[in-house]
């Protein structure tokens, strides 16, 4: 497959994977995309010609700069020597240890290529080991150490994978020159990434200084870096490009103050296209997996030498040396700081085994075990190298599966799940109360609320802000902004209750609107009656209203996919308006018709919803406000909608609209502030907050001046 039709495949699926894992939320989007390339790759015959070169330098140099730039500057920092020890000595550890007794236990590898693979097993997914770190509620310790141990560990367990593989392709190696060659790639490529690194900070800033502050100019630059640097350090210096991008990527993200403060625009920008970028690459990697799978696999099961389940049984064995390995560490290293102080928590051998199944192998595994080469020096065969493929992609399978299958046995509950690429609310793991009113007005014991909740209470905020201001001249544009906001509201609180808590909420909503539908068809019948109105219009208006009852019910007993039932609502409404179009007589009487019945049926939808509550054998305070508040919200915006003779312009609504939000984005403001200053919400929460009303505030100037120019 030629190479461009190759990138935009990838992608799809990339796009196609995350989809799905809105679906599928036990299992990783990682083994999704797996599946994908794997069935890409038996169906469509998909394969990918990976060289060692470009694809170190286009998959490994990004990640691992942005892991860098990701390198947490305060918890971490406290325990630099235990997360080095770990990144260091544990990869070391695991790759002479480890390889000797895959060795051992799998005597057909060689001892050169046992230590190869288990030093490209070594390194783990940092964002994978943090979000799994913290959904078990490991100690802060252990939680800080392995987070900030997966954020070094590519580095060394890359560096020990070329010299064991070096060794296996050459079939010698020499301690002393391999001891000096280490410490010359090492020390050399983070020179070398420290120096490049502060050469091209010191150009931003020349160029900063001159006037050059281009946006797109500046993100470039900073995407462009990370391959430059390992371009430059492997190939003018002979020393390591993974150090050198990853010491990069630290000293970057140290020296970003100054940046924060002279250009905050240029920083956000920055982080959403990585975002974009660790997004993609992620996710590719993890589909050439999927497509390398059945070559890995058919040279192992074709084999004569080799006996599929025992490949199968040997993955297991690899998987539970590196497990045993790293929970004897945690172990020793947890019963370590319990001798220096016995204030910390006793060792636990439950906590070093979650800390153990945490380690997920991830891309830069898959990455690494790409770069094995066909041939050895002497030209034969690299020996085993399809069951060693083999082995790497099934322990990152296995290590995947485990995390996901027993962790959640383990913790006693459902834990987030992210690998590189992936994305997670933050805010949600906070302690919330019972209830967002509650919590605001309880200033005295103020307690955390997740970033939903305080969306919530602003857009609340912002609706009464518009109510307000809603006059008889812009009422039109007040309910089409309030309805806007109250569907953003449903929407965040429908994704932030439990199911318990959200089905009676959805039960009272659904039968506000079976009243408010049944007002509206005894309206429209005595319309009919009364031959206001045309046979044809009361007609199409009331299959309307068994539509959307049919959809009610349909929601009450067997929810459908909502892709299939808007198609099928777009279809009907198609298939009505060109039945109209088709009718004889004047399409314009036919159409102010519907819009008659449409604000009598909405006036009387609305008459019917008082009446109901009214009743002796119905309680108002039951149902929920929100819901009751919504629906009257929509009624009213289609008797606005609806009504004849619109004199205002689109111009005048659009400047209405214009009005109205920036006047609650003001009210949103506000209630941000007042969260803070309450202890209702953290800095980092507050941040995100005002980012999103500036993103909409500036979204309105540049609807505004596009307005303008026309």
């Not at 690899?318 to 560490?329: D, E, P, S, T, Y």
């Not at 307690?447 to 209470?457: D, F, L």
């Not at 008082?610 to 309680?619: D, G, R, W």
């Amino acid at each position: 497959m030629p190479l461009i039709e190759l990138v935009i495949l990838l992608a799809c699926l990339v796009l196609l994977s995350n989809v799905l894992s809105h679906y599928l939320v036990a299992i990783p989007v990682s083994l999704i995309q797996v599946g994908l390339g794997l069935g890409v790759a038996l169906l469509l015959n998909v394969r990918v010609e990976l060289q060692t070169d470009w694809f170190m330098l286009a998959f490994i140099a990004p990640m691992l700069y942005n892991d860098g730039r990701q390198f947490p500057k305060q918890e971490l920092w406290e325990l630099r020597g235990a997360i080095f020890a770990n990144a260091i000595v544990l990869v070391f550890i695991t790759t002479i240890l480890g390889g000797f007794l895959i060795h051992v236990l799998i005597p057909t590898i060689p001892l050169a290529v046992s230590i190869a693979l288990a030093a490209i097993l070594s390194p783990t997914d940092p964002v994978a080991v943090q979000s799994i770190s913290e959904g078990v509620k490991l100690p802060k310790e252990i939680l800080h150490l392995v987070s900030g141990e997966s954020l070094i560990n590519d580095a060394s367990g890359l560096i020990g994978f070329k010299y064991a593989l070096a060794a296996a392709v050459t079939g010698t190696f020499v301690l002393g020159r391999a001891v000096g060659d280490f410490f010359y790639i090492s020390l050399v490529g983070l020179a070398v990434g420290l120096a490049l690194m502060t050469i091209i900070q010191l150009i931003r800033d020349v160029l900063r200084r001159e006037g050059i502050n281009d946006m797109v100019f500046n993100v470039v630059l900073q995407i462009m870096t990370p391959f430059a640097i390992y371009f430059i350090a492997e190939e003018w210096f002979h020393a390591s490009g993974v150090v050198a991008v990853v010491a990069a990527g630290v000293l970057g993200h140290i020296q970003n103050s100054h940046e924060i403060e002279d250009a905050p625009e240029l920083r956000l920008v920055t982080e959403k296209v990585w975002n974009i970028i660790v997004y993609l690459l992620n996710g590719i990697i993890f589909l050439i997996l999927g497509i390398e799978l059945p070559l890995a696999t058919k040279a192992t099961i074709e084999g004569s030498h080799t006996n599929t389940l025992h490949a199968l049984f040997d993955v297991l064995i690899v998987w539970g040396i590196l497990l045993l390995i790293r929970v004897a560490w945690t172990y020793g290293y947890m019963l370590m700081m319990r001798l220096r102080d016995r204030t910390k928590s006793k060792p636990s051998l439950r906590t070093a085994t979650l800390s153990g199944l945490s380690g997920v192998r991830g891309a830069i595994t898959m990455a690494g075990v790409f770069t094995i080469p066909t041939v050895i020096a002497t030209g034969d065969a690299f020996p085993e190298r399809a069951l060693v493929l083999f082995i790497a992609a099934g322990v990152i399978v296995v290590s995947l599966i485990a995390a996901a299958g027993i962790l959640p046995f383990m913790a006693a509950k459902s834990l987030p799940f992210v690998t590189r690429g992936s994305s997670l609310d933050e805010d949600d793991a906070v302690i919330v109360g019972d209830s967002i009113d509650d919590e605001l007005a309880d200033d005295e014991t103020p307690q955390k609320i997740t970033y939903k909740q305080a969306r919530i209470y602003v857009l609340r905020l912002a609706v009464q802000n518009i109510e307000e201001h809603r006059r008889p001249a812009n009422q039109r544009a007040a309910y089409d902004l309030i309805l806007d906001q109250q569907f953003q509201i449903r929407r965040l609180e429908v994704a932030s209750q439990t199911e318990d808590e959200l089905q009676p909420m959805l039960t009272d909503e659904m039968q506000l609107r079976l009243v408010a539908l049944a007002g509206e068809r005894q309206a429209v019948k005595a319309m009919l009656a009364e031959h206001e109105v045309s046979k044809l219009s009361i007609q199409a208006y009331l299959r309307r209203i068994d539509r959307r009852e049919q959809r009610l019910s349909q929601a009450a007993h067997k929810p459908g996919l909502p892709t299939l039932r808007s198609l099928r609502l777009m279809f009907s409404r198609g298939m009505q308006g060109l039945r109209m179009w088709l009718a004889p007589g004047d399409s314009d009487r036919l159409r102010a018709e519907q819009l008659t019945i449409q604000r009598v049926a909405s006036k009387a939808a609305i008459k019917a919803l008082s009446q109901y509550l009214k009743q002796a054998n119905v309680n108002e305070q039951q149902f929920d406000r929100q819901a009751l508040y919504h629906l009257i919200v929509h009624y009213r915006n289609r008797i606005e909608s609806a009504k004849p003779g619109h004199s205002l312009s689109r111009d005048d609504y659009e400047r209405q609209v214009q009005a109205l939000r920036i006047k609650s984005l003001g009210a949103e403001r506000a209630g941000v502030q007042h969260l803070v200053e309450s202890g209702q919400i953290s800095l980092r929460t507050a941040a995100r907050l005002r980012q999103f009303i500036n993103y909409s505030e500036n979204l309105i100037m540049i609807n505004d001046g596009e307005s303008d120019e026309e």
